[in-house]
């Protein structure tokens, strides 16, 4: 009785924020404001009500490497630093409990997301969104982000290597200065994938 209730109640948390990824920047949407032009582009918009990040960048990494990190939920505290804890709450859901250590006096922040594939020609696309869990931890002393939500796209270039986009919804809550958001954009942005492609590059 106690799994069906609790299957029934994540049932309708679905239902209510999967329409979320609708809210996504998509592929072909060109109006990004460049941050940062360098190893990582960064770029920033407003679309549908929301602030977006985007951070792009062509690494000499086979597709399959970095599909295989990103689909490592419950390892990304390993992958990402700022990342302390990464709880799979559900292995069939692809649901995990993200806490981040954020920098300097300001509180960490934490959100429970459940992630889908997709693929679009060639394409490795991974999305994630906000979802509600009853066994989402403690989150005392942390921010919850409650529409985080984005995705991965990985792009295979022949003779290259592969092309990492990540989009984010940029809202922090708290008491973050509005004032440092493109900054703290433009480093996020950077941190993430270079993060990702140092992981790569030791556990290859």
Request: net charge neutral; hydrophobic share 35%; aromatic share 14%.
């Amino acid at each position: 009785m106690t799994s069906k209730i609790i299957s029934i109640f994540l049932s309708v948390c679905f239902l209510f924020t999967d329409n979320f990824l609708d809210n996504i920047p998509p592929e072909n949407y060109n109006n990004w404001k460049s941050l940062d032009d360098g190893r990582v582009s960064v770029s920033y918009t407003l679309y549908s009500d929301i602030s977006w990040g985007r951070a792009t960048a062509i690494f000499p990494v086979k597709i399959n490497k970095l599909y295989e990190a990103l689909k490592d939920l419950e390892n990304y505290r390993h992958i990402f630093e700022r990342i302390t804890e990464s709880q799979v709450l559900d292995e069939d859901q692809n649901i995990v409990y993200i806490r981040l250590d954020m920098p300097y006096f300001l509180a960490d922040r934490d959100y429970t997301v459940k992630y889908v594939e997709n693929y679009s020609n060639k394409d490795i696309i991974i999305q994630f969104y906000s979802v509600i869990h009853p066994d989402t931890p403690n989150n005392k002393g942390s921010v919850t982000l409650p529409r985080a939500s984005g995705e991965w796209r990985l792009t295979s270039i022949p003779g290259k290597g592969t092309k990492v986009t990540y989009i984010w919804n940029g809202e922090l809550l708290g008491k973050f200065p509005k004032s440092q958001l493109h900054t703290a954009w433009k480093e996020q942005g950077n941190e993430v994938l270079m993060w990702l492609y140092k992981y790569i590059k030791v556990n290859k």
